[in-house]
C-alpha cells in the first residue's frame, strides 16, 4: 500500500531531508498533494504509516579512548 500525500513536499539537494514547500532547502519536488508516493520512497523518507516498520539507525555505541591526563613532567 502506499503514502498519500496531503501537502506538496520538496527532497533536498543531497537527497537525505524532505522539507515543506517553501524550505529554502527544497531542490527536488518529491509530490504534490493526492500524488501516490510508493512505499520504499515514503519508508525512506519516514512518511506515513509506511515509516512505523522502518527501523531508526542503530547508534554508535564505541567507547571513546580517555584522554592522557599525566603530568607530563
Do not use: F, H, N
Not at 533536498?12 to 520504499?40: F, K
Not at 522502518?54 to 613532567?73: M, S, T
Amino acid at each position: 500500500m502506499s503514502w498519500v500525500a496531503d501537502r506538496k513536499l520538496w527532497v533536498t539537494a543531497d537527497g537525505e531531508r524532505v522539507v515543506e514547500d517553501g524550505d529554502p532547502d527544497a531542490r527536488i519536488l518529491l509530490c504534490v498533494p493526492g500524488q501516490t508516493v510508493p512505499d520504499d520512497v515514503a519508508t525512506r523518507y519516514g512518511l506515513g504509516k509506511a515509516a512505523k516498520g522502518r527501523k531508526k539507525p542503530a547508534r554508535d555505541k564505541a567507547v571513546k579512548p580517555a584522554r592522557d591526563k599525566g603530568g607530563g613532567g
